[in-house]
Each structure stands twice: as C-alpha cells, then as structure tokens.
C-alpha cells in the first residue's frame, strides 16, 4: 500500500508540472536534424550523445534565431553557453542578441504542445506550412528583417499578430515568467559559433521527480538482487 501511495504522489507531481522537457547542459554534444519546414529554418529536432556515438532520439523541437549562421545535420557541436542571449545575434548585430518577450511566449507555448492554429500532425502540409509562419515570425522578432517586408504578409502574420496581442495585454510578471524559462543554446564546432537555437529550460520540480523516480526505480531493483549491495 505504501509503494502504491508514494507512486500515486509522484505521478500526481509530474502531472502538475507545467512542462517537462528534457535538458541540456553547457558542454553537451549535440546534433540537429531536419524537420518539418522549408524556410532553411525550424522545425529542427535536438538530439544528445548520451554515451560516446550513442545518440538519442529527437529530445525536443526546435527554432533558429539568426539569418547568418549555420548548421550541418547530423554534424556533432558543442553547448558553449545556455543564456537569453544569441551569442553572435544575426544580421542585426554581432554583439549579442537577447530575445524577445513574444519570441519566448511562442516557443513556450509551441514546446508544451498549446499554441493556438499550430498543426502538431507529423510530417503535415499543415505542420510544414505552420513552422515556416512560425519561423519567420521568429525571424521578425529578432531582428532578421531581410526578404521579409514590413510585419509579415498574411498568412505569415497569424504568429506575428498573435505574440504581439498577447504582449499588448501581458503583465511585467507574465513576460518576465517566459523570459526566465525559455533560453537560448549557443553551439560552438571547435571555437566557431553556430545557429543558436531556442531552449525551454526545464522547471525543477520536473528534474527532482524524475530524479526520484530513477533513485526508486534502482532501489527497487537493488532489494531484488541483494540486500547488502544497496
């Protein structure tokens, strides 16, 4: 009865998370892949190397941030740093770009699976056509203004007027809440930056539990071999 309670409390913890990604960690190796898009931007899924040549699968979805940088898929980079600032910061700068509120309103709620019109259907006309609105509004809000005219052409506002609605009604709390939690991974390929991409920092309850889970799940284990190993 009292292993079924504690798993009942720990299911009912990772259910009021308000978002569990996975993370990432400055010095991690890392790789992207092409997916749905065809702006020469996002979606791209984020993958880890776990053990040497061992990688994972798709850990997360992603978007780029600058319009003069680059990627290879599949080639191995480095996490140089994870803060609210693309390092380099694109065509509008080189100093160092921080993010907007509306950029980090809509990646938040890209990555939790609730922006509104955003067709989630793998490998969709829909989900391809939604990403290059939604990285071109990225791109926008970042300061990558070259070949996309004035606030974007309908329908490539929908995402545009959307964070910019929201940003209009938000309070201080609201957009310092989205600010804190979606970041910015800045990749190196030796010494050479790379296409920073947008990151959703996962809370800390969500690392605890899951944390207690994999504690539980070896003593479990443990008590099963041999009491004297555990």
Same mark, same amino acid.
Request: hydrophobic share 35%.
């Given at each position: 009865?009292?292993?079924?309670?504690?798993?009942a409390?720990?299911?009912?913890a990772? @259910?009021?998370?308000?978002?569990?990604?996975?993370s990432?960690d400055?010095?991690?190796?890392?790789?992207?892949?092409?997916?749905?898009?065809?702006?020469?931007?996002?979606?791209?899924g984020l993958?880890?190397?776990? @053990?040497?040549g061992?990688?994972?699968?798709?850990?997360?979805?992603?978007?780029?941030l600058?319009r003069?940088?680059?990627?290879?898929?599949?080639?191995?980079?480095?996490v140089?740093?994870?803060?609210?600032?693309?390092?380099l910061?694109?065509?509008?700068?080189n100093? =160092?770009?921080?993010?907007?509120?509306?950029?980090?309103?809509?990646?938040?709620n890209?990555?939790?699976?609730?922006?509104?019109?955003?067709?989630?259907?793998?490998?969709?006309?829909?989900?391809?056509?939604d990403?290059?609105?939604?990285?071109?509004?990225?791109?926008?809000?970042?300061?990558?203004d070259?070949?996309?005219?004035?606030?974007?052409?309908?329908p490539?506002?929908?995402?545009?007027?959307?964070?910019?609605?929201?940003?209009? @009604?938000? @309070?201080?709390a609201?957009?310092?809440?989205?600010?804190?939690?979606v970041m910015?991974?800045?990749?190196?390929?030796?010494?050479?930056?790379?296409?920073s991409?947008?990151?959703?920092v996962?809370e800390?309850?969500?690392?605890a539990?899951?944390?207690?889970?994999?504690l539980v799940?070896? =003593?479990?284990?443990?008590?099963?071999n041999?009491?004297?190993?555990?």
């Open positions: 009865m009292k292993k079924i309670t504690f798993f409390i720990v299911l009912i990772c @259910s009021r998370s308000s978002l569990a990604t996975a990432v400055v010095g991690d190796t890392i790789r992207f892949q092409n997916r749905e898009g065809t702006t020469a931007g996002g979606e791209f993958q880890k190397e776990t @053990s040497p061992i990688w994972s699968g798709d850990l997360f979805r992603t978007f780029c600058e003069d940088e680059t990627i290879g898929f599949g080639t191995p980079y480095t140089d740093s994870i803060s609210s600032t693309a390092h910061g694109g065509q509008n700068t100093s =160092g770009d921080p993010i907007s509120a509306q950029t980090a309103w809509l990646f938040y890209f990555t939790l699976g609730t922006l509104t019109g955003y067709d989630y259907t793998p490998n969709s006309a829909a989900r391809i056509e990403a290059n609105r939604l990285q071109n509004a990225f791109w926008k809000f970042e300061g990558e070259n070949n996309i005219s004035g606030a974007l052409d309908v490539d506002a929908e995402y545009w007027n959307l964070a910019n609605a929201w940003f209009g @009604s938000a @309070s201080d609201d957009k310092l809440f989205y600010t804190s939690r910015v991974i800045n990749p190196v390929q030796g010494n050479t930056p790379r296409q991409m947008l990151y959703v996962p800390a309850s969500t690392i539990v899951w944390s207690i889970l994999s799940g070896a =003593g479990v284990a443990c008590r099963k041999s009491e004297k190993i555990c």
